[in-house]
């Protein structure tokens, strides 16, 4: 980072008191390294670096080279965020950077530049649970635009993403998550992955067999749909990933796959993978009546069929539906600055800096 603005002589160490201003997010959780600036709800600046060209050749992350690659681009990716929104360091208020859940030795490395730099300018120091953060970037809209009020609460969430699946309620936009239900074995985006690895399609895969499967007949091919008993609000997504190997395996038998064919392999899993989503959802607000909004964040958001499905969801039952913009349903920093806003309300404790990193997430956040 470039050498910032010497620092007023009271600032370092400290835990100076200023008015709620600019927040600094920061996100290394898994395979993207990025930074953004948030004032007053709005995004100043955006920055992700992905890292995707290093682990496609593994199709899924490595843990070690993710750790590296954080450490390498975590320092120009900060100075980026914050030279694009016009700030020096001891300009913020606040750092707030995800600490859990995620791969302990890459979040370590976030972790470390957020108190690094909270304790360089006396700017409060805010560890965000990346869960939580999914469903605040609800609160986002894209870069420079005037954010959306705050969802209507009490609210149903879903992060569904690729590490994660889980349905929670928020009694209030900025409260902790009341967790309802989660994924037994696969999160939904990691059974797109594998299905894409299955079928030799780039990864990640779920945004390609989310374009192939819109040239697809969801007919053809009956994948099941994981139900796990009438009242389960949790997922499953293990049988519905074997069903399609096997599937493919069978085709595969006869000779090469045709583009249709593929096509249609592709709508059929995403008819079934969907289906559990929104099956889930209808069955959380079945339980959950006084929900009035329903918030749906993670990578897997991105996905025009689940896009599409909890729009009419939402129509039928009078709901509010808040889904970010896509550059924000991937994993970014816009999201933990807003998860961390909502932190800054709360007053500040003395041992703000010893919170560290965990790998796992609480039983609330
Ligand atoms: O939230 P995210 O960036 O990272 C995690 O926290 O995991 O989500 C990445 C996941 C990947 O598994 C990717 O395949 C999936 O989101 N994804 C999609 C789509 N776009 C990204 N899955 C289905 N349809 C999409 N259009
Ligand atoms: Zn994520």
Redesign the pocket.
């Known amino acids: 980072m470039t050498a910032p603005d010497p620092p007023p002589a009271s600032a370092a160490g400290g835990s100076a008191q200023r008015p709620a201003g600019p927040v600094l997010g920061i996100e290394s959780?898994?395979d993207?390294t990025a930074a953004a600036v948030l004032l007053d709800g709005r995004v100043l600046s955006s920055v992700v670096a992905s890292q995707h060209a290093l682990h496609a050749q593994y199709r899924g992350v490595v843990p070690e080279i993710a750790s590296r690659a954080h450490a390498e681009r975590i320092e120009p990716v900060i100075a980026q965020a914050l030279g694009q929104a016009g700030l020096t360091p001891w300009d913020l208020t606040a750092v707030a950077v995800a600490s859990r859940p995620g791969l302990i030795g890459s979040l370590l490395v976030g972790v470390s530049a957020a108190k690094a730099i909270a304790w360089a300018t006396g700017a409060r120091f805010l560890p965000v649970d990346?869960l939580r953060a999914?469903l605040a970037a609800t609160e986002l809209a894209p870069v420079g635009q005037p954010p959306p009020p705050p969802p209507p609460t009490p609210a149903l969430g879903l992060v569904v993403?690729?590490?994660?699946t889980s349905m929670s309620i928020l009694d209030a936009p900025d409260a902790p998550m009341r967790p309802i239900g989660s994924t037994r074995d696969d999160?939904?985006?990691?059974a797109?992955?594998k299905l894409a690895a299955i079928l030799g399609l780039p990864y990640?895969?779920?945004?390609v067999?989310?374009r192939l499967a819109a040239a697809g007949d969801p007919a053809r091919f009956d994948l099941p749909v994981a139900r796990l008993g009438p009242g389960s609000l949790d997922f499953s997504f293990s049988g519905l990933k074997t069903a399609a190997l096997y599937l493919h395996r069978r085709l595969a038998a006869t000779g090469p796959i045709d583009h249709q064919t593929l096509a249609d392999l592709c709508a059929g899993f995403q008819r079934a993978a969907v289906g559990a989503l929104l099956l889930k959802l209808s069955r959380a607000l079945d339980q959950h009546p006084a929900c009035v909004s329903v918030l749906i964040g993670?990578?897997?958001a991105?996905?025009?069929a689940?896009r599409a499905g909890a729009a009419d969801l939402a129509r039928q039952r009078r709901l509010t539906l808040r889904v970010p913009p896509p550059e924000f349903?991937?994993?970014n920093a816009a999201m933990i600055a807003a998860a961390g806003a909502h932190a800054l309300r709360a007053p500040p404790t003395h041992d703000d800096l010893a919170a560290s990193a965990s790998p796992t997430a609480p039983r609330t956040a």
């Open positions: 959780s898994c993207e990346h999914h993403s690729g590490g994660h999160a939904a985006g990691e797109y992955d990640p895969g779920g945004p067999v989310d993670g990578g897997v991105c996905n025009s689940l349903c991937l994993d």
